[in-house]
């Protein structure tokens, strides 16, 4: 029977991008008010820069477009540190709510039928400090019991490294195949919690940076889901399919 269903963090239960941007404001009223430039004209060269090129040097290419001399360095800090309002996708949070109300399944026993209780976590990559403020900002820890962010230990544990699976299954002290793990991004969501071998959910929104990407079997999930009202349906499977 599953007990503990573990989540990826960005793009799985939020929009990253809304992050992204959000942080890029940040940096963009930063230089505009320092440098006395034109905040939208940076903001729109800025989302401009990040479409045709992705990530990466988008703040020496806005500087040197602009002529602004800046360390970049305070810019990617303020891009850190940026305290964005988010929110959680719909699905995400009408799963985590009917989660704490205990509305997810049933089980039978003798005295008929019982609510089943699941634990909650999870197991989240990227700069440490980054994604604790973006759990602060969605106030995940109301819903989820056990948050691991990979980078607090190094970035050799980040996933697809097993370290973090194998910590969530003895925290909440539960078997691989009474844990589901679901993500968005083949390259790396899958491959570490199959070698220890959860369940795997793959959830492949409208939007989202790995939806067009298929990889190998091995990087691939046991299900394929476009949204989170899905995966009441996909309990079920695992447990009596
Ligand atoms: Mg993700």
């Given amino acids: ?65 602009y002529n602004i001399n800046e360390d970049i360095s305070n810019l990617v800090d303020i891009y850190r540190n940026a305290k964005s309002s988010l929110t959680l996708y719909g699905d995400a949070l009408y799963f985590l709510e009917e989660c704490s109300l205990g509305n997810i399944a049933l089980e039978k026993n003798s005295l008929g ?69 679901v993500g968005d991004n083949p390259n790396k969501d899958f491959i570490g919690a199959r070698k220890v071998h959860m369940h795997t959910v793959r959830v492949i929104r409208e939007i989202g940076d790995h939806m067009s990407t298929f990889l190998d079997e091995t990087y691939e999930a046991d299900f394929i889901i476009k949204s989170l009202y899905e995966l009441k349906n996909i309990i079920y499977k695992c447990n009596y399919l």
Avoid: H
Avoid at 14 to 33: I, P, S
Avoid at 46 to 53: E, G, K, P, S, Y
Avoid at 117 to 131: C, H, M, P, R, Y
């Fill in 113 to 181: 039928n019982k609510r089943v209780e699941f634990n909650l976590g999870i197991i989240t990559d990227g700069k440490a400090s980054v994604q604790w403020n973006k759990i602060k900002a969605l106030k995940l820890q109301n819903y989820i019991d056990k948050i691991i962010v990979t980078d607090d230990y190094g970035l050799d544990y980040w996933k697809p490294n097993e370290f973090a699976y194998k910590e969530m299954m003895k925290y909440f002290n539960c078997e691989a195949e009474e844990c589901i793990y």
């Fill in 1 to 65: 029977m599953i007990k503990t269903i573990i989540f990826d963090l960005d793009d799985t239960l939020y929009r990253e991008r809304d992050f992204v941007y959000g942080a890029f404001k940040k940096v963009c009223e930063y230089l505009a008010l320092k440098f006395n430039k034109d905040y939208e004209k940076l903001y729109n060269s800025t989302i401009d820069i990040l479409n045709i090129q992705g990530r990466g040097r988008i703040f020496n290419m806005l500087c040197d477009k």
